[in-house]
Each structure stands twice: as C-alpha cells, then as structure tokens.
C-alpha cells in the first residue's frame, strides 16, 4: 500500500472521526452575566447577543478553532460590517429592537438606511446631560463599567492576572508612568447606544492606532481569554487636564465590529461632545489615570471587587478628582 493511499483509507477517516468527537463535546454550563443596575442597584441578567454562538467558539474545542482560524480576522469583520452597511440589513431592526429592548424614543430618527445606520444612530439633544462640574469625570459611553483603583496591584477577571499595560499600550515608558494608575473599562453591547464621548476637558494629542485581532470582549469570552484587551485593534489619545492630569482614552475593537470611527477635530477635548463611534459589534472605552489623580466612585470600586459591572449612561459621574483645591 502506497503513501497516498494509506492516507485515503486511514488518516483521512480518522481526522474525520476526531472532528466529528470534538463537535459532540459538551459545552459546559457558562455562568450567567450579571450586572449591577446603578438606578436600583438590583443584580440583573444581561441578555448576551449571540450568547450560544459566543459560548461555542471560546469553550468548545470545534470553536475555538474557528475562532483563532478565521472569525477573529479582520477580513471577517470587515466582511459582516459590509453586510450591515446593505439596505438589506433593515430588516433586521425591528427584531433586534424587540429583542433587546431598544428605547428609539430618545433617537434623533426613526427610519434608517441600513443596520449600521440604526446601530450608530444619535440621540436627541438633552437624552444624556452631562454633568459638567470640573471636578468630575463622566462616563464617555452607555455601557457596563469595571473599576480598578490601582491596575498594578488588583486581580482583573481573574484571581492572579494583572493587567498588562505595557502591552496594551505598546509602550514600556507610558506604561512606567500609569502602571499603579486607576483603570476604568466601560463595555458596550450591541443593543446599547454607540456613540462614545469625551469624558472631560483638555487638551488632546495626536491619535495613537494599534493593529490587532477582532476577539469578543463580552465577559463570556474575557472569561476564557484575559489577554483580549491587549490582543484587539484600539486606539488611543491622552487628554490633558488640570485637575485629572494626562488621561488615556483607548477605544477597543470587537468581532464584527466593522470600525471605530473617530469623529472629533482639533486639539481640544470638550466633555460630553462626541468622540467617534463603532459600528456593528459591542466593544469598549478605555480610561486610564495616572495614580492619585482620580477618586472612582466608591460603588463602581465595591462593584468590581465583587466581580460584577455596573450598568451606566454617557454624562453621568463616575468619579472626581483626587485634588478637591482644583
């Protein structure tokens, strides 16, 4: 029996078997992901777009071999933003609004050319006030928020992992500055508003775009995968203050999120005017303070210790200065 033969009859066969084992085995029970409603403070349950499909490729071994094969390339991204870009795509809306529970109220439109159209919609001017007190810092996002008083010395997701600034911001010498600074991730999901802000006012420098892959950062598959933030596509500013001092604000790409759209000009930062925004997908904003700089409200702190984030609105506080004489 030949080479090529014997890979016919018996090496073929039993990859085809070994696959097949492997797409049968049993994805295990995922935790829930919950979340402190800040209004109420109630735990609830968020309802997880795409739930099954996340579970599948970031703890079966069939997904996960997609995932690091092809659905975390940016081809892929780039290939279902195209989709949602389609006039075809509206006829998803109305489900996904059922769905999730969208308030279109407070848009500025209600009728909308594609799916990225009603994904990136704004709202009506007053939906979100800002709290404009110098001394504060607001959320730049609707979102779930973590807090970390200190990134160099508290557990982040998992017990042991720090996370690694250095290689979030491909720079040794920033991460030397901010590596005992506060940390604040506000994570956006798709059924949330996507437009991103500027949490406080000041001076910014030019943007900084780090290439990467398109992971999830639905704590579903952060679970799995803690390096994600360091692994995705982001880009990043610092925004000079007078009370808070130099602020990193990263903006982080996710699975088929097609693009992170900056939208600002200039050199000056005003708090609450709008940033960018990411088109389909949930993703995530990043701020980072250097350490003594921000005072992060004590509920998000206790919130996240607990391993639980905190559901906010873009304009709401969500800590002030540590030098209360600014």
């Known amino acids: ?39 109420t403070n109630q735990i609830k349950t968020e309802k997880v777009a795409g739930e099954g499909w996340l579970t599948w490729l970031y703890h079966n071994p069939i997904g996960k071999l ?6 975390k390339r940016k081809f892929i991204s780039d290939w279902y933003g195209n989709r949602m870009d389609s006039p075809n795509s509206v006829n998803k809306i109305e489900t996904f609004v059922e769905d999730y529970n969208v308030d279109l109220s407070i ?22 006030p800002v ?31 720090r996370f690694n600034v250095s290689s979030f911001l491909q720079s040794d010498s920033l991460a030397d500055v901010y590596k ?57 500013v610092i925004i000079s203050n007078p009370g808070f001092g130099d602020v990193i604000m990263a903006e982080v790409g996710a699975t088929l999120v097609g693009s992170i759209i900056q939208t600002y000009s200039g050199d000056r930062a005003i708090k ?14 990043l701020l980072l303070f250097k350490k003594d700089e921000i005072e992060i409200d004590p ?17 709401e506080k969500v800590g002030e200065t540590a030098d209360q004489e600014f």
């Open 131 to 161: 709290n404009m007190n110098s001394n504060v810092v607001v959320s730049p996002a609707d979102g779930k928020v973590l807090a970390y008083s200190n990134v160099g010395e508290q557990d982040f997701f998992a017990k042991g992992y």
């Open 272 to 285: 609450g005017e709008e940033k960018g925004y990411f088109k389909f997908g949930g993703s995530t904003v």
């Open 299 to 315: 509920d998000l702190l206790i919130n996240s210790q607990n391993q639980l984030e905190t559901s906010v609105v873009m304009g």
């Open 1 to 39: 029996m030949n080479r090529k033969t014997k890979f016919i009859r018996y090496i073929i066969p039993s990859l085809l078997l070994l696959l097949a084992l492997l797409a049968l085995y049993p994805t295990p029970d995922i935790k829930p992901v919950r979340y402190i409603d800040r209004k």
């Open 180 to 236: 005992h600074g506060s940390l604040m991730i506000f994570r956006l999901s798709p059924p949330d508003y996507h437009r991103f802000h500027f949490p406080l006012s000041g001076h910014v420098s030019s943007l900084t775009k780090i290439e990467g892959d398109y992971y999830s950062v639905n704590p579903i598959a952060i679970r799995k995968m803690i390096e994600i933030f360091c692994e995705n596509k982001r880009e990043y």
């Open 107 to 128: 848009a500025q439109k209600h009728e909308f050319n594609s799916f990225n159209d009603f994904f990136t919609r704004k709202l009506k001017p007053g939906s979100r």
């Open 66 to 71: 997609t995932l690091q094969t092809l659905v």
